[in-house]
């Protein structure tokens, strides 16, 4: 067996103790009384309904119009859209065609304060109209509307003309928008184009020349007090990109009611499985070190590798994310993945053990150990992989089974799906493939050469 370079071992544990610190913790730092996110955290994970409560309302068409069912669909589909580009699946979206309703139901966002029902769905009902108009009037020339625009994207790039980076928002325009575009850049190069949603002026760009490649940026032009561009912040540039993304809703919608929905678990019982999986988590500890010894606090390792990456998924861990929605079932799912997570490492310290009971040399028992496990484990895990995949194509956003199972169920399977899916790809990220780079790497260090340290006979 080739053997790793010694100090490999120590790269992938400090990278695995950041990873898992950054992924429960964050890093945020202050400006006065503004806390920056810069890596999210557990606490910006946005808990679903049966964790933490959430809102309903009930929205109907305004100024009286009367709502034809393919109108109210398209409603519908919208609101899907919108709550699905920000994580939100465990949702539930009614619409009542006769009396022309829409009854939703949300979790609270990850950083609510003020928990006011009124304030949350205020965005979800917005048309968000955007328009390119001649100029930085409102009352300029309309050259595009949303509908021009392929997709939006956020992203975080070097200012023009500086060394700072600012948060922009990306457009991909389709075919008709792309000459709408080069006919607009052409007719007023030297001049300002105004990008709007809605009624407000976003961006005024000058046209330095004719675009004609079919993409475009927006930044954000307003300025603070001091007269200071201040740029989008990462969460307006995502919630930009995503009502842009989501379209325009046919007409107005004005909210007939609405109220907050109570918890069914409640966050003290969240506080609870929190202490309880740190228990857990140490009892993992000690039976894999006791009973396997240096291939044990190996897995273990790997085990918050695994764990880490298993959080980062649902926190939203880059600022430019939105957070995924966790349910209780979300919760299980992560639990069952981080079981299948032991067991490869079980498997794998069982089969080298068997090794050094024959008598072989170290580096040879631990190449023939990993390696005749290696299949025992794929099996296993990919079993679990076509299982998560099919929970989320079938219960993900599309809702196939929604009429046979109810929207909430819906959403309560796929947060299973995805975090069993996603705890799997980590195991065999983590589990399989840092756990044995690090054995192969400590297995160099000349005091931990004893076979007995690896489940091996004792010496007569």
Same mark, same amino acid.
């Given at each position: 067996m080739k053997r790793v370079s010694k100090p490999v071992f120590f790269i992938v544990f400090i990278l695995i103790?950041?990873?898992?610190y950054t992924s429960v913790?964050?890093?945020?730092?202050?400006? #006065?009384?503004?806390?920056?996110?810069?890596?999210?955290?557990?606490?910006?994970?946005?808990?679903?309904?049966?964790? @933490?409560?959430?809102?309903?309302?009930?929205?109907a068409p305004a100024d009286g119009i009367d709502a034809t069912e393919e109108q109210m669909q398209s409603v519908k589909a919208i609101l899907d859209l919108r709550l699905v580009n920000q994580n939100v699946t465990d949702y539930e979206l009614y619409p009542d065609y006769t009396n022309d309703r829409i009854t939703v139901r949300f979790p609270w966002k990850s950083d609510e304060k003020n928990y006011d029902? #009124?304030?949350?769905?205020?965005?979800?009902?917005?048309?968000?109209?955007?328009?390119?108009?001649?100029?930085?009037?409102?009352?300029?020339?309309?050259?595009?509307?949303? @509908?021009d625009v392929k997709s939006a994207s956020a992203s975080y790039v070097a200012a023009q003309g500086t060394s700072s980076a600012q948060y922009v928002v990306n457009l991909e325009f389709?075919?008709?928008?792309?000459?709408?575009? =080069?006919?607009? &850049?052409?007719?007023?190069?030297?001049?300002?184009?105004?990008?709007?949603?809605?009624? &407000?002026?976003?961006?005024?760009?000058?046209? *330095?020349?004719?675009?004609?490649?079919?993409? =475009?940026?927006?930044?954000?032009?307003?300025?603070d007090?001091? #007269?200071?561009?201040?740029?989008?912040?990462?969460?307006?540039?995502?919630?930009?990109? *995503?009502k842009i993304n989501a379209g325009a809703l046919p007409f107005n919608l004005s909210i007939e009611s609405y109220g907050t929905i109570s918890p069914s678990l409640g966050t003290y019982a969240l506080q609870a499985m929190g202490i309880a999986s740190v228990v857990a988590l140490c009892f993992i500890f000690l039976f894999m070190c006791i009973m396997y010894r240096v291939p044990g606090f190996v897995a273990f390792i790997a085990l918050l590798g695994q764990l880490s990456i298993s959080i980062m998924a649902?926190?939203?861990?880059? &600022?430019?994310?939105?957070?995924?929605?966790m349910t209780i079932p979300g919760i299980a799912g992560m639990i069952l993945s981080?079981?299948?997570?032991?067991? =490869? *490492?079980?498997?794998?310290?069982?089969?080298?053990?068997?090794?050094l009971w024959t008598g072989k040399t170290l580096d040879g028992c631990i190449n023939n150990g990993t390696k005749s496990s290696l299949s025992a484990i794929i099996d296993g895990n990919i079993t679990i992989i076509i299982v998560a995949v099919i929970l989320i194509l079938v219960f993900g956003p599309a809702n196939i089974f929604s009429a046979l199972f109810g929207v909430s169920t819906t959403g309560l399977i796929y947060a299973f799906g995805y975090t069993l899916l996603v705890g799997v790809i980590a195991n065999f990220i983590m589990g399989v493939g840092a756990s044995r780079l690090m054995l192969r790497s400590v297995s160099g260090l000349k005091f931990l050469r004893n076979k007995r340290l690896y489940g091996g006979k004792k010496k007569s």
């Amino acid at each position: 067996m080739k053997r790793v370079s010694k100090p490999v071992f120590f790269i992938v544990f400090i990278l695995i103790l950041f990873l898992t610190y950054t992924s429960v913790f964050g890093i945020y730092s202050e400006n #006065g009384d503004i806390i920056n996110t810069h890596i999210k955290g557990i606490q910006d994970i946005r808990w679903g309904i049966d964790i @933490k409560g959430g809102v309903e309302a009930v929205f109907a068409p305004a100024d009286g119009i009367d709502a034809t069912e393919e109108q109210m669909q398209s409603v519908k589909a919208i609101l899907d859209l919108r709550l699905v580009n920000q994580n939100v699946t465990d949702y539930e979206l009614y619409p009542d065609y006769t009396n022309d309703r829409i009854t939703v139901r949300f979790p609270w966002k990850s950083d609510e304060k003020n928990y006011d029902p #009124g304030d949350a769905i205020k965005e979800l009902a917005s048309t968000a109209q955007m328009t390119f108009r001649g100029g930085s009037d409102e009352s300029g020339e309309e050259l595009l509307t949303g @509908k021009d625009v392929k997709s939006a994207s956020a992203s975080y790039v070097a200012a023009q003309g500086t060394s700072s980076a600012q948060y922009v928002v990306n457009l991909e325009f389709n075919e008709e928008g792309t000459q709408k575009f =080069a006919d607009a &850049t052409e007719k007023y190069k030297g001049q300002q184009i105004g990008i709007w949603m809605d009624d &407000t002026l976003i961006s005024a760009p000058t046209v *330095n020349d004719v675009i004609s490649s079919g993409s =475009a940026t927006i930044t954000n032009s307003s300025t603070d007090a001091n #007269g200071n561009q201040t740029g989008f912040s990462a969460e307006e540039a995502t919630d930009l990109a *995503n009502k842009i993304n989501a379209g325009a809703l046919p007409f107005n919608l004005s909210i007939e009611s609405y109220g907050t929905i109570s918890p069914s678990l409640g966050t003290y019982a969240l506080q609870a499985m929190g202490i309880a999986s740190v228990v857990a988590l140490c009892f993992i500890f000690l039976f894999m070190c006791i009973m396997y010894r240096v291939p044990g606090f190996v897995a273990f390792i790997a085990l918050l590798g695994q764990l880490s990456i298993s959080i980062m998924a649902v926190s939203g861990y880059f &600022t430019v994310f939105p957070s995924f929605t966790m349910t209780i079932p979300g919760i299980a799912g992560m639990i069952l993945s981080i079981g299948m997570g032991v067991d =490869a *490492n079980i498997i794998t310290a069982e089969r080298i053990k068997d090794e050094l009971w024959t008598g072989k040399t170290l580096d040879g028992c631990i190449n023939n150990g990993t390696k005749s496990s290696l299949s025992a484990i794929i099996d296993g895990n990919i079993t679990i992989i076509i299982v998560a995949v099919i929970l989320i194509l079938v219960f993900g956003p599309a809702n196939i089974f929604s009429a046979l199972f109810g929207v909430s169920t819906t959403g309560l399977i796929y947060a299973f799906g995805y975090t069993l899916l996603v705890g799997v790809i980590a195991n065999f990220i983590m589990g399989v493939g840092a756990s044995r780079l690090m054995l192969r790497s400590v297995s160099g260090l000349k005091f931990l050469r004893n076979k007995r340290l690896y489940g091996g006979k004792k010496k007569s």
